[in-house]
Each structure stands twice: as structure tokens, then as C-alpha cells.
């Protein structure tokens, strides 16, 4: 008798089985909890009330492409330094604001590697325009303050940061220049 087809049988049945288990794991990794699990999950973290959970943490369980925009005001002239050290506040601005309130928003953004853009704005006044329209979509938004130690005037607003879905962050974002 001929078994010669038994070694490519085990190998793909072994192929099968490693398949549905990695899928499984995944569905697992990636699936909501129902809404009582939800509620259990958030009191056994001491993580804020669903109420106060951003409305960007229901957008990350449906949209993918993540991105953080920081917005740097062109009218301050800060150098080169400045505008890092500014964007770098705003980042971590941002983070901390929704880190307890939007944690699966982060984890979407980290996935898509933690995307940055900065682009420039002319003004603070511009900049405060900008700022209410990214609050009416409900996209989390950090705008840093400056404490005037250096090149700037203190409490001038500098750059701000906003997180959310690539194509909403675009529309509000998408025609300002880079810097």
C-alpha cells in the first residue's frame, strides 16, 4: 500500500489547525466585550464611567488608520528647538488627557505607528477657529501653553495637538501647509 500522500495530509491538516487557532486568538485579541463585561472590565481598572469614556474610543473599534496632527503657530517665529520642545509638550498633552479615557484610541494610534504631522497655522486666532471645529467632531484636542521663559511671551498658545481617524483629522487639518 502507498502512503506516500500521508506526509503531505498531516502537513495540511497541521497548516489547518495552526490557521484556525492564530484566527481564533486574533478575533479573541480584537472583539468587543458585550456591554456587562464592558462595565465589569472599565470598574475592575478604575477606569472613568462608559459616560465619560471619549466618543473617538467607539471610533476605534470601527475605524483603523490613526494619526496625530500637531498645529504649530507660524506667527511666533520659535526656532527650531522651540517648535520641538512645543510639539513634544502637546504630544504628551494629549496623551495624558486621554490616556484613562480613550486607552483603545491610543492602542489604535500605536498600531498605525504612532503617526505625526505637523503642519503651521498663521495665528492664535486661527488657531482657537480650528480648535472648535476639531471639538465639534469630538476628536480630543490639547493645545500647549508656553510659560515665557525664552523665546516667546508667556501664556502664548503654541501648537496643538489632535488625535482621531486619518480621514477626520484630514478634513479639519488637510489644508494647512506643512511646517
Not at 506516500?4 to 491538516?13: C, K, T
Not at 496623551?95 to 498605525?112: D, V
Request: aromatic fraction near 4%; glycine fraction near 6%; charged fraction near 25%.
Amino acid at each position: 500500500m502507498d502512503l506516500s500522500w500521508l506526509p503531505a495530509l498531516l502537513l495540511g491538516a497541521g497548516c489547518f489547525a495552526l490557521g484556525y487557532l492564530i484566527a481564533n486568538r486574533r478575533r479573541q485579541f480584537f472583539s468587543v466585550p458585550a456591554a456587562a463585561d464592558e462595565a465589569l472590565i472599565l470598574k475592575k481598572n478604575k477606569q472613568p464611567k462608559p459616560s465619560q469614556i471619549l466618543e473617538i474610543e467607539k471610533l476605534a473599534d470601527i475605524l483603523e488608520d490613526f494619526k496625530m496632527v500637531l498645529v504649530v503657530r507660524n506667527d511666533l517665529k520659535m526656532g527650531k528647538g522651540k517648535i520641538a520642545a512645543q510639539c513634544s509638550h502637546a504630544t504628551l498633552g494629549l496623551y495624558k488627557k486621554i490616556s484613562k479615557k480613550a486607552p483603545k484610541a491610543l492602542n489604535r494610534w500605536e498600531m498605525c505607528g504612532q503617526v505625526k504631522v505637523v503642519v503651521k497655522i498663521e495665528s492664535e486666532e486661527e488657531m482657537l477657529i480650528l480648535q472648535e471645529r476639531v471639538k465639534s467632531l469630538n476628536l480630543p484636542t490639547h493645545v500647549t501653553v508656553d510659560a515665557g521663559r525664552t523665546q516667546i511671551a508667556p501664556n502664548s498658545r503654541t501648537v496643538m495637538a489632535i488625535l482621531g481617524p486619518a480621514d477626520m483629522v484630514d478634513d479639519v487639518t488637510g489644508g494647512l501647509k506643512l511646517l
